[in-house]
């Protein structure tokens, strides 16, 4: 009696390739530059969570639609750079520019490491930001001249941008209240 030898890949018939999460990544990279705010969001667990390091975690559908519409506000664009896929995990380096950046003078900012973690159902769910140290520098000095110049000469508008509790809110209308004050005070320190 012969016998035939069969590859262990012939046998699973419910084996594929593993989902192509870069692609995701990439898709996410176009339509989140393109302004389709539905079609981003679509991409997300209902119960993902974006952390950005230091500036804090969202959490949740709706607390991401609110970051989706202050960056639409800001005319946020990404560019993901190097991305790698270990089973459900892409890690890519990105690049940030918008209108809040150039008001402070900041060409851009870098993100070393960004990790999309993909849920069963192949949605977004979490994403981790770690800022480079050199965007990090540059930000802080941003932030803290901005903040010192706003508390003293635009005390309730800058108020109004944070919660009683002092967290920032983030929304379309906060982009752009942010950057109404963001060129007074780049007019103020021209002067």
Known sequence: ?????????????????????????????????????????????????????????????????????????????????NCEQ???????????????????????????????VFDAEGRIASVSATLSADSMQQMGAAVAAFDAWARANQPEPYAELFTAEGAFVYSFENGKKVLVLLREWQRAIAD
């Open 1 to 81: 009696m012969k016998r035939f030898v069969i590859p262990a890949l012939l046998l699973c018939a419910a084996c594929t390739a593993p989902p192509d999460h870069v692609a995701s990544v990439k898709a996410f990279e176009h339509l989140k530059n393109s302004g389709q705010e539905d079609a981003t969001l679509e991409l997300f667990a209902d119960d993902a969570s974006v952390h950005f390091g230091p500036l804090g975690t969202l959490t949740g559908i709706d607390q991401i639609r609110e970051i989706h519409g202050y960056d639409l506000a800001l005319h946020t664009k990404l560019r993901v750079e």
């Open 86 to 116: 270990v089973e459900d995990v892409v890690s890519c380096g990105v690049v940030e520019t918008n209108d809040w950046l150039k008001t402070a003078g900041i060409e851009s900012i870098t993100y070393d490491e960004t990790r999309f």
